[in-house]
């Protein structure tokens, strides 16, 4: 619950009682003068309407319609109002204001039925000729002793409601004026009496957030001194206490801002009791948001609520393995215990978190490594190894036959040798790279692209597909000119293999912000995407049976890579099935 000033509690009532006592004055001076205003109305319209029958009388007899729209018509511009003449049968004579012949018997009329009955007729309703709401006043017209008709005065209702609407505007301002003055004064008044205490309030708050320096004022009041006296000699005892606290919670809070391991700990209830920066970035979420948060609410992950609840059940550390599954999964390892207070009761579980994603993915690449090297040697020395013994068997007769195995045997040999080149030259490049003895000045780009697409000239002839240069003469970048040459030529080369003949690929290079791009684009079938994370990974093939039937090593990519990176630079691919694709290499700008 909200609390409130002390000033808003006792203001509000004083307000509040204005309020009700203006509005109810207000209310019954409003209703007093509508009924006084709207009498007056009625006298004034009936003196009106006496005045006009006075002057219809001695002209009644013999009236016609024409003669009573004339007379009508006189006595509304003398009465400032609609005047109806009615015959005692409910005719209409006359009217000042439409045209009797159209109008309806008006015999049924309240008003008209009053004066008909000698007395005088009100009535307020609505006009359907006018289409208003009027105030009717009725008088009868006498002649020879009896009732001979009947004469009607009437005003808009709207008249008088936007008279009494002014007066009323009147009435509220000052009303409205008068409350507000005595507003005010009740506003001085609750001030008097909550200034002292708001003077205390506020010294308090500055104790609370740890400026224990000043000293409160002694108020006149011997109560509100006492006070003021105790909460002076409390700050004085705090002030030392505090500082030591802070200290120490700066020290914690650096400690865990520091760890790159994410730390949490819950409350018993499996509320979060803290979290640093590491666990909520690992976990997702903002670490000033989820303090004091039900676990399950802020990480929706089943392995990491178990093991909490696990944690907090057990009286020895415990450790596990997590699994976040975001974007991409990430592993975590977990190391858990319970939080113990000074009289080794449990008061929750602490538990630290380690990300290992980088050396599952490690071991995941090392063993497939393994499998695909294992594997592409494999396939060579088998066939090399069974021509061989066919050879031995007898087949070393038959020249023919002999010639044949042979050459076979050549080609898995050439295979095994681009094999083991690649590879030593992948080590080589990472080697270099590591000891960072890779050579690199600024040169011109064009001649080594240039000199990239003369080595595939005759690959790309043989399937009549055309490389296309694009790069300005005067672009260069801090380069080694033999490792870009042998990383563009290998994206070449692929991009002749995987493309349909008469096809174009498209070699280009151009600025982009401080660095150059160096793209290839082909027209082949492109990349599926779940193949492109992984695809400048050793041995790593997107169609194993199609890579070997056309020659390659699987290692072409990876030196691609590892080359990029020599360069302080990366390598990049997007590509779309049936669209082509485009490998990248980002340099930096000499």
């Known amino acids: 619950m909200r609390r409130r000033k002390l000033l808003w509690y006792i203001f509000p009532s004083y307000l509040f009682i204005i309020l009700i006592v203006v509005a109810a004055a207000t209310w019954v001076g409003l209703g007093n003068f509508r009924t006084f205003y709207l009498q007056q109305a009625e006298r004034d319209l009936a003196a009106r309407a006496q005045l006009a029958v006075l002057q219809a009388e001695p002209r009644l007899p013999g009236l016609d319609?024409?003669?009573?729209?004339?007379?009508?018509?006189?006595?509304?511009?003398?009465?400032?109002?609609?005047?109806?003449?009615?015959?005692a049968d409910g005719v209409v004579l006359g009217d000042s204001q439409s045209d009797a012949r159209h109008m309806d018997n008006?015999?049924?009329?309240?008003?008209?039925?009053?004066?008909?009955?000698?007395?005088?007729?009100?009535?307020?309703?609505?006009?359907?000729?006018?289409?208003?709401?009027?105030?009717?006043?009725?008088?009868?017209?006498?002649?020879?002793?009896?009732?001979?008709?009947?004469?009607?005065?009437?005003?808009?209702?709207?008249?008088?409601?936007?008279?009494?609407?002014?007066?009323?505007?009147?009435?509220?301002?000052?009303?409205?004026?008068?409350?507000?003055?005595?507003?005010?004064?009740?506003?001085?008044?609750?001030?008097?009496?909550?200034?002292?205490?708001?003077?205390?309030?506020?010294?308090?708050?500055?104790?609370?957030?740890?400026?224990?320096?000043?000293?409160?004022?002694?108020?006149?009041?011997?109560?509100?001194?006492?006070?003021?006296?105790?909460?002076?000699?409390m700050a004085a005892q705090l002030?030392?206490?505090?500082?030591?606290?802070?200290?120490?919670?700066?020290?914690?809070?650096?400690?865990?801002?520091?760890?790159?391991?994410?730390v949490l700990a819950v409350d018993p209830d499996n509320r979060l009791i803290k979290i640093n920066s590491a666990a909520a970035l690992l976990l997702g979420v903002t670490a000033v948001d989820v303090q004091g948060r039900a676990l399950n609410e802020v990480v929706r992950n089943t392995d990491l609520q178990r093991f909490v609840a696990r944690t907090l059940k057990s009286t020895q550390p415990v450790q596990g393995e997590i699994v976040l599954h975001h974007d991409r999964d990430r592993f975590l390892q977990a190391h858990g215990s319970v939080l113990r207070d000074d009289e080794w009761r449990s008061i929750g579980a602490v538990v630290v978190?380690?990300?290992?994603?980088?050396?599952?993915?490690?071991?995941?690449?090392?063993?497939?490594?393994?499998?695909?090297?294992?594997?592409?040697?494999?396939?060579?020395?088998?066939?090399?190894?069974?021509?061989?013994?066919?050879?031995?068997?007898?087949a070393i007769g038959n020249e023919q036959d002999a010639r044949r195995f042979l050459d076979i045997i050549e080609r898995h040999a050439d295979r095994l040798n681009a094999i083991i080149d690649d590879l030593l030259s992948l080590s080589r490049i990472e080697q270099e790279t590591d000891r960072e003895t890779i050579a690199t000045q600024p040169g011109p780009l064009k001649p080594v692209l240039q000199a990239a697409m003369r080595d595939c000239d005759t690959r790309a002839a043989a399937k009549s597909i055309e490389i296309k240069l694009d790069c300005p003469d005067a672009m260069a970048a801090h380069i080694n000119s033999?490792?870009?040459?042998?990383?563009?030529?290998?994206?070449?080369?692929?991009?002749?293999?995987?493309?349909?003949?008469?096809?174009?690929?498209?070699?280009?290079?151009?600025?982009?912000?401080?660095?150059?791009?160096?793209?290839?684009?082909?027209?082949?079938?492109?990349?599926?995407?779940?193949?492109?994370?992984?695809?400048?990974?050793?041995?790593?093939?997107?169609?194993?049976?199609?890579?070997?039937?056309?020659?390659?090593?699987?290692?072409?990519?990876?030196?691609?890579?590892?080359?990029?990176?020599?360069?302080?630079?990366?390598?990049?691919?997007?590509?779309?099935?049936?669209?082509?694709?485009?490998?990248?290499?980002?340099?930096?700008?000499?």
């Open 239 to 262: 002030d030392n206490r505090i500082r030591t606290i802070v200290q120490q919670r700066n020290e914690l809070e650096a400690l865990l801002a520091g760890m790159m391991e994410g």
């Open 353 to 394: 978190l380690n990300d290992i994603t980088h050396l599952k993915r490690l071991e995941n690449v090392r063993r497939d490594f393994v499998a695909n090297v294992s594997h592409e040697l494999k396939t060579p020395i088998t066939s090399i190894k069974g021509f061989v013994e066919t050879l031995q068997d007898g």
């Open 106 to 233: 008006h015999r049924r009329r309240p008003e008209v039925l009053a004066a008909l009955a000698g007395g005088t007729g009100v009535s307020r309703r609505y006009s359907r000729t006018l289409n208003k709401t009027m105030l009717y006043i009725a008088r009868p017209l006498r002649h020879n002793g009896g009732v001979a008709g009947v004469l009607r005065l009437a005003v808009p209702q709207r008249t008088l409601n936007d008279a009494l609407r002014a007066s009323f505007l009147t009435i509220l301002f000052w009303s409205a004026m008068a409350a507000a003055g005595a507003a005010l004064a009740s506003l001085f008044v609750a001030r008097r009496i909550t200034g002292p205490l708001e003077t205390l309030r506020q010294g308090a708050a500055r104790y609370a957030h740890g400026n224990l320096d000043r000293r409160l004022p002694l108020p006149h009041s011997e109560e509100l001194a006492s006070l003021a006296q105790a909460m002076n000699h």
């Open 482 to 590: 033999r490792l870009l040459e042998q990383a563009i030529g290998n994206l070449i080369d692929n991009a002749i293999k995987y493309s349909e003949p008469e096809t174009q690929i498209q070699v280009q290079a151009q600025e982009h912000g401080g660095d150059i791009l160096i793209h290839v684009r082909d027209q082949g079938r492109g990349i599926p995407a779940e193949h492109l994370e992984r695809i400048f990974e050793r041995f790593y093939r997107v169609d194993k049976a199609r890579s070997r039937k056309m020659g390659g090593t699987g290692l072409g990519l990876a030196i691609v890579k590892h080359i990029a990176q020599a360069h302080g630079g990366l390598a990049t691919v997007t590509s779309e099935p049936g669209r082509g694709s485009t490998f990248t290499i980002r340099l930096q700008k000499a």
């Open 65 to 87: 319609l024409q003669a009573g729209h004339s007379l009508a018509k006189s006595l509304g511009k003398n009465a400032d109002a609609r005047v109806t003449i009615i015959r």
